[in-house]
Nanobody, 119 residues
Framework: QVQLVESGGGLVQAGGSLRLSCAASGSIFSINTMGWYRQAPGKQRELVATITTGGSRNYADSVKGRFTISRGNDENTVYLQMNSLKFEDTAVYYC?????????????WGQGTQVTVSS
């Protein structure tokens, strides 16, 4: 089992910045994808950004150019640097871990951290 602990959410004004972090522990496989998803009230969960252990990145069009996903030198930690925040970025942000090799590819989620952007 993999445990994910998120931090860094909070309340900021439009145009400001936040940095989210997620630390994974437990039965970590060396090749995996970690990422961030978000869900606003009344909306479906959506992908924000993902990164593989090889460094390949994927971003939602709505955050491209404003958000940056990265891993620490210890690749069990993932960060999301959020700049030029907009009111519509307000959501609960969830960290995600997925094993991407083998026949069984389990997926795990963090508890979520609230990001609120005031206009």
């Amino acid at each position: 089992q993999v445990q994910l602990v998120e931090s860094g959410g909070g309340l900021v004004q439009a145009g400001g910045s936040l940095r989210l972090s997620c630390a994974a522990s437990g039965s970590i496989f060396s090749i995996n994808t970690m990422g961030w998803y978000r869900q606003a009230p009344g909306k479906q969960r959506e992908l924000v950004a993902t990164i593989t252990t090889g460094g390949s990145r994927n971003y939602a069009d709505s955050v491209k150019g404003r958000f940056t996903i990265s891993r620490g030198n210890d690749e069990n930690t993932v960060y999301l640097q959020m700049n030029s925040l907009k009111f519509e970025d307000t959501a609960v942000y969830y960290c995600n871990y997925k094993k991407i090799v083998g026949l069984l590819r389990p997926e795990y989620w963090g508890q979520g951290t609230q990001v609120t952007v005031s206009s």
